[in-house]
């Protein structure tokens, strides 16, 4: 469990990111209440602090974790750490914009920051794209990173909106196609792996047989199952339907990303 | 024309006496659970006929070392003559190179929570000693070389368990044993 620290980092940033992007966009395109804006970017801000605070229980030196920025030129660490440090800076001055209720000023910070998280999630899965471990090593990776904050940061502010009776936008498609995307991903990743090195059929075969792998696809399947049933069923999305969703596809993220570390075979 | 010393390793004379990788251990004071030369069984088939073979690995001193390149303090410099230095002052324990080495050497000494890893006793080479590993094997299987200078007419860059050299060209080179020699009654 030495990477725990890593698995909640990673999953908290990306849906930190996710949900700063789709409020930064719904907010450019619609009108988002004052009170609910800061609401929303406040949270955000606080899971986005925590994923920080969190990931400084894997270095052997937490204090020294200022100096992870060193090594930019040619760190994929470093500049994840660099472009996320950046990027929480900036969604507190984005919550502060809200606070002042200063509508350009916030569409300006939001721009850079959703660049800056789009980096960090870009650079955090470059981190792990490496030949020595083959399992990680491939695009997949990148997908999976980015459709965790694509599921999770719609359905995240969706749950507050639709809550405060103001979403204005249709967020289901979004997570509808990430879903659809994440599955062909998983089954990407799934035959590449067995079709890979043997250290990366031996992730797979490893994986496999943990129950917690079962657990992910089926939290993955009912949450899917819901969102597309009542979606199909023109049903009116509810607080407690994307609650439900977001509380699944969050245990399905966080299980799955548990096995990605739990499961690397080394070459 | 710089230097790029590397380690020679004469699997044929090695006889698997972990010699080596005690003494090493011993001179650095390792943590009981760490090496940073560790002595490995090969194959039988190594060589097309039985044998029993063993080899010595430490730091590959690699031309690309993946380390230095995933290490997020800049703790890991490429020395003009090849050697791969890890810094303990700079770093924070992150334990990435570890993570990124194809030859997992880089180890998490979980004392100081810092990692760790081979040096080629530069220390020791800057005032003419050679490197402890290379000083205690009494097989002399451990030899330090200039690859610019000279060419292992035998060496080899790969032996089974060790990592594709493709990924960051380590430096180390081995020898292998030679095949022995089968001979069949005719009746």
């Not at chain 1, 399992?135 to 719609?154: K, Q």
């Not at chain 1, 890979?196 to 031996?202: H, M, N």
Request: glycine share 6%; charged share 15%.
């Amino acid at each position: 469990m030495h990477d725990m620290p890593l698995v909640i980092f990673t999953v908290l940033s990306q849906l930190a990111i996710g949900g700063f992007v789709t409020l930064w966009w719904i907010d450019q395109k619609s009108t988002i209440q004052r009170k609910t804006g800061l609401l929303i970017s406040l949270s955000l801000v606080v899971i986005g602090g925590i994923a920080v605070l969190v990931s400084l229980f894997h270095l052997g030196h937490p204090f020294a974790a200022y100096r992870a920025i060193l090594n930019i030129k040619v760190s994929w660490l470093s500049r994840e750490v660099t472009f996320y440090g950046a990027f929480v800076g900036l969604s507190m001055l984005y919550s502060w914009f809200w606070i002042k209720d200063a509508a350009s000023w916030r569409g300006m910070t939001g721009a850079v920051a959703t660049i800056l998280g789009i980096l960090a999630i870009f650079s955090s899965a470059k981190i792990y794209m490496i030949p020595a471990i083959p399992a990680w090593n491939s695009m997949t990776t990148m997908f999976m990173f980015f459709l965790t904050s694509i599921l999770l940061g719609p359905l995240f502010v969706g749950v507050f909106l639709i809550i405060r009776g103001e979403l204005s936008m249709n967020l289901t498609a979004v997570v509808i196609v990430g879903f659809i995307a994440a599955t062909v991903v998983m089954l990407v990743y799934f035959s590449g792996l067995q079709g890979g090195l043997p250290q990366a059929a031996e992730s797979l075969r490893l994986a496999v047989g943990q129950l917690i792998f079962w657990v992910r696809l089926f939290t993955f399947i009912i949450a899917f199952a819901i969102l597309a049933i009542t979606a199909i069923g023109k049903q009116k999305q509810t607080g407690t339907i994307y609650t439900v969703v977001f509380v699944l596809i969050l245990i399905s993220e966080f299980l799955a990303r548990l096995q990605f570390y739990e499961t690397a075979v080394h070459l | 024309m710089a230097k790029k010393l590397g380690f020679l390793v004469n699997i044929e004379r090695c006889i698997g006496c972990h010699a080596c990788e005690i003494s090493c251990k011993s001179f650095y004071q390792l943590e009981p659970e760490m090496r940073r030369r560790r002595v490995t069984e090969l194959p039988e088939d190594l060589v097309g006929t039985p044998v029993r073979a063993f080899v010595s690995t430490a730091c590959n001193h690699c031309d690309e070392p993946a380390c230095k390149n995933a290490c997020p303090v800049g703790a890991y410099t490429k020395r003009e003559d090849g050697i791969v230095v890890h810094n303990q002052e700079l770093c924070i324990g992150c334990q990435m190179c570890g993570k990124a080495c194809p030859y997992k050497v880089p180890v998490y000494n979980p004392v100081k929570r810092k990692m760790d890893k081979c040096s080629m006793c530069y220390e020791r080479l800057d005032v003419g000693q050679l490197p402890i590993c290379v000083e205690k094997c009494p097989l002399e299987a451990i030899q330090i070389v200039d690859y610019n200078e000279v060419q292992p007419e035998n060496g080899v860059s790969i032996v089974p368990t060790f990592a594709d050299p493709s990924i960051t060209h380590p430096t180390t080179q081995f020898i292998l044993p030679k095949p022995g020699k089968q001979t069949r009654r005719s009746s």
